[in-house]
C-alpha cells in the first residue's frame, strides 16, 4: 500500500484539510544522502589518519539528521579520537565540509516517489519549503543537482537560523517565509527530530517510512499519517 495510516482516511483528510503550505525534509525524507556522507566521512577520517572502515552506512543513518557538527563529533567518538579536543574536532569539521562540498550529490539518489510528490504538491498551488540541517550552500546544490530546486519557494539549511531542528525555531520562521501560519502548515521528515520541531512549531506532521530514525520504528514517533512514498502525499490532502 501507499500509505500506512496512523487515522482512518477521513480523519487523516479531515485533520489536513486546512494546510496550505509544505514544509519537507531533505536527507532520508527526499533524497537518500548515506553514500554522499559515507565518501565525505570517511576522507575525513583518513585525513585525521583514522580507521575509516568504521563510519559505514549503518553507523551513518543512526547518526545523521541533527547537523554536520554533530554528526563529525559522533564520527569522532565511533572511532576512538577524543571528540572533545577543540583543535581536533575544529580540524575535522574543516575536512569533512571540504570533502563534503566536493562530493555532494555523486553517491546520493532521489527515493521513488520523490519527483512525482513534489510535483504534485505544487500542482495544487501549495507553498512549499525545504527546510533541513545540512548547510543551505549545500542543500540547493543537491536540490539543483537532483531537479527539484525550482519546485521550492524556500531552501533554507541548518545554518540559515539561530538554532537547527529538532528546535522549533528554523519551522516556525520558515513558515513566516511562506507567509503561512503553523496551524495551515505541514511538516513532511523521516525522524523524531522533524517531528518534534513540527509539533513544537504547531504544525501538522507526516512522516516516511524509509528515511534514517536513528535506528529506530518511524512509527514509535507520533505523526497525523505515515507514508511509504513522497507521491502518496497528494492522496491524504483534500
Known amino acids: 500500500m501507499a500509505t500506512m495510516q496512523a487515522l482512518r482516511l477521513p480523519s487523516i483528510m479531515a485533520l489536513l484539510e486546512s ?3 509544505v514544509i519537507l525534509d531533505l536527507d532520508g525524507t527526499l533524497v537518500d544522502t548515506l553514500g554522499d556522507f559515507e565518501l565525505a566521512l570517511r576522507a575525513m577520517l583518513a585525513d585525521l589518519g583514522a580507521q575509516s572502515d568504521k563510519a559505514d552506512r549503518g553507523f551513518i543513518g543512526n547518526t545523521v539528521g541533527k547537523g554536520s557538527e554533530y554528526l563529525v563529533q559522533q564520527t569522532l567518538r565511533h572511532v576512538g579520537l577524543a571528540d ?12 569533512y565540509q571540504h570533502h563534503y562540498g566536493l562530493i555532494n550529490g555523486q ?3 532521489l527515493f521513488p516517489g ?14 512549499l519549503a525545504c527546510l533541513t540541517n545540512k548547510p543551505s550552500r549545500y542543500a540547493r546544490d543537491l536540490l539543483t543537482l537532483k531537479g527539484l530546486a525550482t519546485q521550492f519557494d524556500e531552501i533554507f539549511g541548518g545554518d540559515a537560523f539561530a538554532r537547527k531542528k529538532p528546535d522549533p ?17 505541514l511538516m513532511v521528515g523521516d525522524s523524531l ?7 513544537a512549531a504547531g504544525c501538522r506532521v507526516v512522516l516516511v517510512s524509509y528515511g ?14 505515515y507514508i511509504d512514498r513522497l507521491d502518496a502525499l497528494p492522496l491524504l490532502l483534500p
Request: hydrophobic share 40%; glycine share 8%.
Open 19 to 21: 494546510v496550505h503550505a
Open 84 to 95: 572533545d579536543n577543540p583543535a581536533l574536532f575544529e580540524r575535522a569539521i574543516d575536512r
Open 107 to 109: 553517491a546520493s539518489e
Open 114 to 127: 520523490a519527483v512525482q510528490g513534489v510535483s504534485a504538491l505544487r500542482a495544487r498551488g501549495l507553498k
Open 169 to 185: 525555531l528554523p519551522l516556525i520562521e520558515t513558515c513566516r517565509a511562506l507567509g503561512h501560519d503553523p496551524a495551515q502548515t
Open 193 to 199: 527530530n522533524d517531528a518534534q520541531a513540527g509539533h
Open 212 to 225: 534514517y530514525n536513528h535506528g529506530r520504528p518511524i512509527t514509535e514517533v507520533p505523526a497525523s499519517a
